[in-house]
């Protein structure tokens, strides 16, 4: 199907670029990884992923102190390991 139509939209600079060296590693540009999400969403009458699956804060927080060394011990139980990633 020929290209028509554009669209413009509106993004952090930052995002932009690790977008489009994430899409370039993967072969792709901007407009087709756009055209991708686009047709995905389309194919599945929705967005093709699940929002409520994402992880949440506290996940988020505690997988970025994995990756900086922060929590290297092991938890007890759930309460101590819950301890700690709140403090």
Same mark, same amino acid.
């Given at each position: 199907? $020929?290209?028509?139509?554009? &669209?413009? +939209?509106?993004?952090?600079? +930052? &995002? =932009?670029? $690790?977008?489009?060296?994430?899409?370039?590693?993967?072969?792709?540009?901007? *407009?087709?990884?756009?055209?991708?999400?686009? $047709?995905?969403?389309?194919?599945?009458?929705?967005? !093709?992923?699940?929002?409520? =699956?994402? !992880?949440?804060?506290?996940?988020?927080?505690?997988?970025?102190?994995?990756?900086?060394?922060?929590?290297?011990?092991?938890?007890?139980?759930? *309460?101590?390991?819950?301890?700690?990633?709140?403090?």
């Amino acid at each position: 199907m $020929r290209a028509d139509s554009s &669209v413009t +939209i509106r993004m952090n600079s +930052i &995002v =932009k670029q $690790r977008a489009q060296r994430l899409f370039a590693d993967l072969g792709i540009d901007m *407009s087709s990884a756009v055209n991708l999400f686009i $047709r995905q969403a389309l194919s599945q009458n929705g967005l !093709p992923f699940e929002v409520n =699956k994402l !992880p949440n804060k506290i996940t988020l927080t505690a997988i970025a102190d994995a990756d900086n060394g922060k929590f290297d011990g092991e938890a007890r139980n759930a *309460s101590e390991l819950l301890e700690t990633l709140n403090a």
